[in-house]
């Protein structure tokens, strides 16, 4: 990635939540260390769901109290991947296509990533001969909210790229299961596109207009600023060193 920012639909909610902080962490190369076994078992859930292999395990990686062991990695993303069909079959969907790539320009930037899959819901006696457009995503965490600002990324991005006939996309579905012999049965949450959508529209547009301005100050901290990594951030808030409780150097 060169000359290109690169803005994961995923991370919409903490640019939102503070965009300098965002473009510090998100557009600058990073160090990584060893990759979670969490990590993997999604990556591993969302290739069988696509009729595909898992990828090899990472080596090394760091494992937890829910996934202790590379056996027991790859027993939960068969176990998860087939709770997750039986879940979502109920829906009769008609799959259109998996990873699908959206792209979608920003100012300086590009809005990318992947949805899961973009499938059809049954017709209806209001949709004859095609039915809705919807997306799908898999989750393995426990919380399914940010999924939607994920998704409703996507289907934004799908609708500006005229993708699947340039119909808009009418539901956003979550399948959750998460890791761990606690985890829960699998839940299907099912959502109406149009206001995700519009939420994605108006953070894009915000995103958008930080990176119009990178250089200038930020009219509006907030408690985050309270532990900002970014060095010489130029926000319009005290320095660190002079806040309350903050210690001097």
Request: include cysteine; hydrophobic fraction near 40%; charged fraction near 25%.
């Amino acid at each position: 990635m060169t000359g290109e920012l690169r803005v994961h639909p995923s991370s919409l909610g903490a640019w939102c939540r503070c965009e300098r902080r965002a473009d510090f962490e998100f557009s600058r190369p990073r160090p990584r260390g060893p990759e979670h076994i969490a990590g993997w078992v999604g990556t591993a859930v969302h290739a069988l769901m696509a009729g595909q292999e898992p990828p090899p395990l990472p080596e090394p990686a760091t494992y937890d109290h829910l996934t202790t062991s590379p056996r027991m990695a790859r027993a939960q993303a068969r176990a998860i991947a087939f709770d997750l069909r039986e879940a979502v079959a109920p829906l009769c969907m008609t799959p259109l296509a998996c990873e699908v790539a959206v792209r979608s320009p920003l100012d300086g930037a590009v809005l990318d990533g992947r949805a899961d899959l973009a499938l059809r819901l049954p017709e209806t006696p209001e949709r004859p001969g095609r039915g809705p457009l919807a997306l799908l995503d898999y989750k393995t965490g426990r919380r399914a909210d940010h999924a939607l600002v994920q998704l409703g990324a996507y289907a934004l991005a799908i609708e500006r790229a005229g993708l699947f006939d340039g119909d808009p996309v009418e539901s956003l579905i979550v399948a959750r299961r998460p890791r761990g012999p606690k985890g829960g049965p699998a839940a299907v949450e099912i959502r109406p596109a149009p206001p995700a959508v519009a939420d994605a529209a108006a953070r894009v547009s915000r995103v958008a207009d930080v990176l119009s301005r990178r250089a200038e100050p930020l009219p509006s901290p907030g408690p985050h600023c309270q532990s900002c990594p970014v060095p010489a951030c130029g926000c319009a808030s005290p320095s660190r060193s002079d806040r309350p409780g903050d210690a001097g150097p």
